[in-house]
Structure formats: structure tokens, C-alpha cells
């Protein structure tokens, strides 16, 4: 019981509270634990990580990389998966690079331990990279490290607008106020 309960702590977002609520929930209903388990093991077979984008594969297919509509020249930079999403429910019509987090000296999380690589091999002169992170110190010191390193190799590097209020999260702001600011978005150079 204590195992379960600690493996959903885990989640970010669940405390001690929620946790054992969930887990009574799921014990006391059988059909909810089967059906669980059952939707849990379906998913994880046909869920998979893009190996170009780090967004996911449903079905072996990215809805960033597998869509030919999308402009391939227009890159959206992201910290975590959640902000791709948020993205992608969006009107952008681009592509995506999701970082896996953000630089944070204090949580030892470096630039090597991001995709960073990665996306510096997607980029040539013809790219426009928009970079969507968190308007917080950890999102502005990422989107200052790669702007820096990437502002001669591209067509254009710029950094959503401060429509989103100074800390603001992207997983926490609402479609119109995320839009607004990747419309808006500054020039970095
Ligand atoms: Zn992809």
C-alpha cells in the first residue's frame, strides 16, 4: 500500500493528501483499478519519446515532426513536454524542441543534462527559433544561453513576449495570453 502511495507522491503536483485519496479510490473500485491498468498498458505500448523533437509519439506518429502543414522552418523552443502540449493546442504552426527542463545551477542541471545538442544540430541559416520558456530566472537564463549560442547560425532568434506576467509558467497561462505572446515575440538579434 505504502509503495503505491509513495510512487504517486512522485507526481508532481501530488502530495501526501492526494495520494492516498487517489489510491483508495483506485483500491475501492475494481473497475476503476482494471480499467486503469488496462488504459496504462495500452497507452505505454504506442506511447514513445520523438527522437527528432523529444515531444511524444502516439501511434509512431509526432504531431510536431510527422505534420508536412507545419512551417519546417520555424522552431518553438520548450522546457518541458506540458509546454508542447500547450503549444500544440495552440494556433502555431511550426515545429518543436522540447529542452527536458531548464538550466539550474542549484539542482546541478547543466546544459549538457538538456537536449540542447540536439537542437543545436536541427539549426542552419534558414531557421527562425522562437524560444518559449518561462518567463522565470532558470527559463531566462536558458533562453540567454542558447540565444548566445545560436544567434550567428540562424535566420532569427527570438524570445516570446512579456505578455505573460514576469514568473509567469507556461503550463499556467491561458491560450490567448500564450499566443499573444509568441506573436509578439522580440527579436534577439
Ligand atoms: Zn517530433
Do not use: W
Not at 503536483?13 to 483500491?27: D, H, L, P, S, V
Not at 511550426?94 to 536541427?122: D, Q, S, T, Y
Request: charged share 30%.
Amino acid at each position: 500500500m505504502d509503495e503505491l502511495i509513495e510512487l504517486l507522491k512522485q507526481f508532481d503536483g501530488i502530495g501526501n493528501k492526494a495520494a492516498k485519496k487517489i489510491f483508495f479510490e483506485i483500491m475501492t473500485s475494481k473497475s476503476k483499478k482494471d480499467k486503469l491498468v488496462e488504459t496504462i498498458e495500452k497507452i505505454s505500448n504506442s506511447y514513445k519519446i520523438c527522437e527528432t523533437c523529444y515531444f511524444y509519439r502516439f501511434e509512431n506518429l509526432c504531431k510536431f515532426c510527422d505534420d508536412a502543414t507545419r512551417n519546417q522552418e520555424l522552431i518553438c523552443v520548450v522546457s518541458y513536454i506540458t509546454d508542447a502540449q500547450r503549444i500544440l493546442e495552440s494556433n502555431y504552426r511550426g515545429l518543436i524542441h522540447v529542452l527536458n527542463g531548464e538550466i539550474n545551477l542549484n539542482k546541478n542541471i547543466h546544459p549538457e543534462n538538456l537536449k540542447m545538442e540536439e537542437l543545436f544540430a536541427r539549426i542552419n541559416k534558414d531557421k527562425e527559433i522562437i524560444l518559449a520558456l518561462n518567463l522565470t530566472f532558470e527559463g531566462e537564463v536558458t533562453a540567454n544561453y542558447i540565444g548566445n549560442k545560436i544567434k550567428s547560425s540562424v535566420k532569427k532568434v527570438s524570445r516570446i513576449a512579456r505578455g505573460i506576467p514576469l514568473g509567469g509558467v507556461i503550463d499556467y497561462i491561458d491560450n490567448e495570453t500564450l499566443e499573444n505572446a509568441i506573436t509578439n515575440r522580440k527579436n534577439l538579434k
